[in-house]
T-cell receptor, first 112, second 116 residues
Framework: GENVEQHPSTLSVQEGDSAVIKCTYS??????FPWYKQELGKGPQLIID???NVGEKKDQRIAVTLNKTAKHFSLHITETQPEDSAVYFC???????????WGAGTKLIIKP | NAGVMQNPRHLVRRRGQEARLRCSPM?????VYWYRQLPEEGLKFMVY????????ESGMPKERFSAEFPKEGPSILRIQQVVRGDSAAYFC??????????????FGAGTRLSVL
């Protein structure tokens, strides 16, 4: 079955710098890749997603890139701010399978 | 349009008691998922339900745990005879089940279960 690996487990960046979190997946049939942000004491919130027919998607300071050949996708956050501090999860899913397979999460720390 | 509603937010039980966690999906959503999360860990899939049907319960322990999503009312995750190891945050997510949006899951704020 599908397996999703996420790196790094912890990422500390200076406020204003960029942060990049990477995920790899094993099943080439996967075609949907969401990213979720979880703040302390809250449920995960969808922040951006990408489908396999697109290589890149942007939403203000957040972007996701997808490399289907290499089977990896990445989250890019530019001009980081203190409120970006949270745990970020990637996931992958196949079109015919509703279940999301989750990465282990990355704790992003923004240093003032 | 209210989001996914979970209650209670916090639940304290003694060993051997029953825990009932409720989840009301977003309006118009007919698919519900339950996840478990231990501190400092990721989300572990437990069960996926549609109205009146369990679609995938591969992540749910065979004993003591059960889930339902009746035609009317919220989805219920039930844990019988709780043990200390059941202490965790339990999250519910819902999705519309429509062709293009079927994978998109929206999460509730979770129920934090503490077993004394």
């Amino acid at each position: 079955g599908e397996n999703v690996e996420q790196h790094p487990s912890t990422l500390s960046v200076q406020e204003g710098d960029s942060a990049v979190i990477k995920c790899t997946y094993s099943d080439s049939a996967s075609n949907y890749f969401p990213w979720y942000k979880q703040e302390l004491g809250k449920g995960p919130q969808l922040i951006i997603d990408i489908r396999s027919n697109v290589g890149e998607k942007k939403d203000q300071r957040i972007a996701v890139t997808l490399n289907k050949t290499a089977k990896h996708f990445s989250l890019h956050i530019t001009e980081t701010q203190p409120e970006d501090s949270a745990v970020y999860f990637c996931a992958a899913s196949m079109g015919s399978n509703y279940q999301l397979i989750w990465g282990a999460g990355t704790k992003l720390i923004i240093k003032p | 349009n209210a989001g996914v509603m979970q209650n209670p937010r916090h639940l304290v039980r003694r060993r051997g008691q029953e825990a009932r966690l409720r989840c009301s999906p977003m309006k118009g959503h007919s698919h519900v998922y339950w996840y478990r999360q231990l501190p400092e860990e990721g989300l572990k899939f437990m069960v996926y339900l549609q109205k009146e049907n369990i679609i995938d319960e591969s992540g749910m322990p065979k004993e003591r745990f059960s889930a339902e999503f009746p035609k009317e009312g919220p989805s219920i995750l039930r844990i019988q005879q709780v043990v200390r190891g059941d202490s965790a945050a339990y999250f519910c997510a819902s999705s519309p089940g429509l062709a293009r949006a079927k994978n998109i899951q929206y999460f509730g704020a979770g129920t934090r279960l503490s077993v004394l």
